[in-house]
């Protein structure tokens, strides 16, 4: 079984930072991309960020230059660096990962972390 364990929510004033943390543990055979994704009250859930195993990024337009993807490969492990919080940025944050068992290929999700910025 594969695990996806997040950390490093939390309540953080308009203008601040957090990190957030995913690890994955489990039956891993290699991961390729890793990333994550928030969902806002009332909206859909949007990609954030996404880098792939060479180390390769992709960042929605709305965190450009505020938030940073990182991973360590040999910690199977995905970080979000959010700087200059937004009120907007209000969200559950979820980490995935496309990770390779000897099931196959399969994206996993991890359960969810909270990310309240306030005025």
């Known amino acids: 079984q594969v695990q996806l364990r997040e950390s490093g929510g939390g309540l953080v004033q308009e203008g601040g930072s957090l990190r957030l943390s995913c690890a994955a543990s489990?039956?891993?055979?290699?991961?390729?991309?890793m990333g994550w994704y928030r969902q806002g009250p009332g909206k859909q859930r949007e990609l954030v960020a996404t880098?792939?195993?060479?180390?390769?990024?992709i960042y929605a337009d709305s965190v450009k230059g505020r938030f940073t993807i990182s991973r360590d490969n040999a910690k199977s492990t995905v970080y979000l660096h959010m700087n200059s919080l937004k009120l907007e940025d209000t969200a559950v944050y979820y980490c995935?990962?496309?990770?390779?068992?000897?099931?196959?290929?399969?994206?996993?999700w991890g359960q969810g972390t909270q990310v309240t910025v306030s005025s």
């Open positions: 489990g039956s891993i055979f290699a991961i390729n991309s």
């Open positions: 880098i792939t195993s060479g180390g390769s990024t």
């Open positions: 995935y990962a496309d990770i390779w068992t000897l099931a196959g290929e399969n994206d996993y």
